[in-house]
Nanobody, 113 residues
Framework: QVQLVESGGGLVQPGGSLRLSCSAS????????ISWYRQAPGKQRELVAT???????DYADSVKGRFTISRDNALNTVYLQMNSLKPEDTGVYYC???????WGQGTQVTVSS
């Protein structure tokens, strides 16, 4: 079993920044590809960003140039730095170990003035 815990969400004004963290309970974290997803109210969960074992990254078009995914395998943690936030970035953000059924519980991000 692997437990994932997201943190760092909150309320921020448009144009602001947040950094989300996803911490894993086990040291095998480093072998996984990790993705961040988000789910806005009334919408399907969507893929936001992915990072490979070696640090390769990929982003949804809607967040390219604003979000940065990174990982620290020594700390079993993946980060999502979110800049220039927009109201449409509002939602619950989840991390996932790609290829498994392991999800975190989510952290709420609200972008509003």
């Amino acid at each position: 079993q692997v437990q994932l815990v997201e943190s760092g969400g909150g309320l921020v004004q448009p144009g602001g920044s947040l950094r989300l963290s996803c911490s894993a309970s086990r040291s095998i974290f480093s072998i996984y590809i990790i993705s961040w997803y988000r789910q806005a109210p009334g919408k399907q969960r969507e893929l936001v960003a992915t990072i490979t074992r070696n640090g390769g990254t990929d982003y949804a078009d809607s967040v390219k140039g604003r979000f940065t995914i990174s990982r620290d395998n020594a700390l079993n943690t993946v980060y999502l730095q979110m800049n220039s936030l927009k109201p449409e970035d509002t939602g619950v953000y989840y991390c996932k170990l790609v290829g498994t059924s392991y999800w975190g519980q989510g952290t709420q991000v609200t972008v509003s003035s």
